[in-house]
């Protein structure tokens, strides 16, 4: 349900209808509250942390489509967060990399050795990305 709203939301983002996008970031944020979300099976990260990761990213791709640059910038800055926050294990269980929003929304609007900064750090954990 966490990855059908996310998906869904960000197909509606570059269909230009933010409010059904919204609507699935809403949704997407109500579900992780279910409790059952936080609870961790190892060897994997809990599924909590992969939906922060997911509703960052799509709130950070709302905002910008609303013209919100900076709370764009920082929700992608939280999906970072976020995703630094995983137990490391292969395969990785979040294959979207939150620095790649990030870079390239920092490249959009013209700060473009943030961006760098931002890559090559992505380049530190994921070499040949």
Known sequence: MILDDF????????NKNIAAAQQLLDHLQTTMQDSLLAIRSMPFNAPVQLARIAAGILKGEI?????????AINAFKTA??????????????WLLPARHNLGAYLLKVKQPAAADKIYRKDLLSTPNN
Do not use: C, I, S
């Open 80 to 93: 970072v967060e976020e995703e630094d926050k995983l137990m490391y294990r292969e395969p990785q269980e």
């Open 63 to 71: 905002d910008y489509a609303e013209g919100k640059t900076p709370d």
């Open 7 to 14: 998906v869904k939301g960000l197909a509606q983002v570059h």
